[in-house]
């Protein structure tokens, strides 16, 4: 099992910053790709970045030049930076590991709450 434990989210005004860490601990043995998710209410999940363990990265249109996804593979740690939050971004986000061994197999965060005032 891998154990994810988010941290960073908040209430932050329009054009603000905050930056979210996942770390994860347990069977981290086969940790892949890294990566956030983000849900609104009435919306469906939808990705945000994800980090390849090489580094390759892609984001949602929407970020794209506002957040930078990170990782420091030797704490097992997967960040979201942040910039010039908009209100639209107002989400609870989501952490999420894939793992390859013996299978592949998802793993998600408890879920932490960004909220962005106009």
């Known amino acids: 099992q891998v154990q994810l434990v988010e941290s960073g989210g908040g209430l932050v005004q329009a054009g603000g910053s905050l930056r979210l860490s996942c770390a994860a601990a347990?069977?981290?043995?086969?940790?892949?790709?890294m990566g956030w998710y983000r849900q609104a209410p009435g919306k469906q999940r939808e990705l945000v970045a994800r980090i390849t363990r090489a580094g390759v990265t892609n984001y949602e249109d929407s970020v794209k030049g506002r957040f930078t996804i990170s990782r420091d593979n030797g704490r097992n740690t997967v960040y979201l930076q942040m910039n010039n939050l908009k209100p639209e971004d107002t989400a609870v986000y989501y952490c999420?590991?894939?793992?390859?061994?013996?299978?592949?197999?998802?793993?998600w965060g408890q879920g932490t709450q960004v909220t962005v005032s106009s």
């Open positions: 999420n590991v894939v793992r390859v061994f013996a299978g592949v197999r998802d793993y």
């Open positions: 347990g069977s981290i043995l086969g940790i892949t790709t």
